[in-house]
T-cell receptor, first 111, second 118 residues
Framework: GQNIDQPTEMTATEGAIVQINCTYQ??????LFWYQQHAGEAPTFLSY????GLEEKGRFSSFLSRSKGYSYLLLKELQMKDSASYLC????????????FGKGTRLSVIA | GAVVSQHPSRVICKSGTSVKIECRSL??????MFWYRQFPKQSLMLMAT?????????EQGVEKDKFLINHASLTLSTLTVTSAHPEDSSFYIC??????????????FGPGTRLTVL
């Protein structure tokens, strides 16, 4: 089974930087996904980390520490459109298994 | 990128009726599709794994006789909510993995179906 923990809500100011943390406990590990979900819409892929370290992709970066069971999503130069839920999904088993999501973090970007 | 569609996007039905939701992979083949349900301000909860040509695997607490899943082809899975009740009102989202990518778990999500049971 999996235990995934994320903050429920966060608020940040337009133009700022925000870090969304995710800690997890899984029996196995085969990488970790971050998805973004706007209200009433489907989740969209942001990142997939397999190795330790930071992966940067434009304004969004994702960090993974396998030994600590810890990941974070870093959003820079926040825009109003970044207001959404951010879902962390560690992959427990390699192969044809479904993604199991944490409760997600609802980010509100304010002016 | 891979595209997954769902139909209908919204449906309103009377209590006691059945509703069918379709999930299609448009430009790839999907041996496995997944069905999720999402209540307001909550995360996606996995309901079942739909396998092409075989029975679906349901998560604990999900009634297989109420939520009928059929995966008749490599591009289509259907979820039928039978004898729907107001508590079944939710946002239903399907996702699919591309066949042949055994070690990469990325799932492509459909746009979701908003079900309202009166």
């Amino acid at each position: 089974g999996q235990n995934i923990d994320q903050p429920t809500e966060m608020t940040a100011t337009e133009g700022a930087i925000v870090q969304i943390n995710c800690t997890y406990q899984t029996s196995g590990f085969n990488g970790l996904f971050w998805y973004q979900q706007h209200a009433g819409e489907a989740p969209t892929f942001l990142s997939y980390n397999v190795l330790d370290g930071l992966e940067e992709k434009g304004r969004f970066s994702s960090f993974l520490s396998r030994s600590k069971g810890y990941s974070y999503l870093l959003l820079k130069e926040l825009q109003m459109k970044d207001s959404a839920s951010y879902l962390c999904a560690p992959v427990e088993v390699e192969g044809n298994t479904p993604l199991v999501f944490g409760k997600g973090t609802r980010l509100s970007v304010i002016a | 990128g891979a595209v997954v569609s769902q139909h209908p996007s919204r449906v309103i039905c009377k209590s006691g009726t059945s509703v069918k939701i379709e999930c299609r992979s448009l430009d790839f083949q999907a041996t496995t599709m997944f069905w999720y349900r999402q209540f307001p301000k909550q995360s996606l909860m996995l309901m079942a794994t739909s396998n092409e040509g075989s029975k679906a695997t349901y998560e604990q607490g999900v009634e297989k006789d109420k939520f009928l899943i059929n995966h008749a082809s490599l591009t289509l899975s259907t979820l039928t909510v039978t004898s729907a009740h107001p508590e079944d009102s939710s946002f239903y989202i399907c996702s699919a993995r591309e066949a042949g990518l055994s070690s990469y778990n990325e799932q492509f999500f459909g746009p979701g179906t908003r079900l309202t049971v009166l």
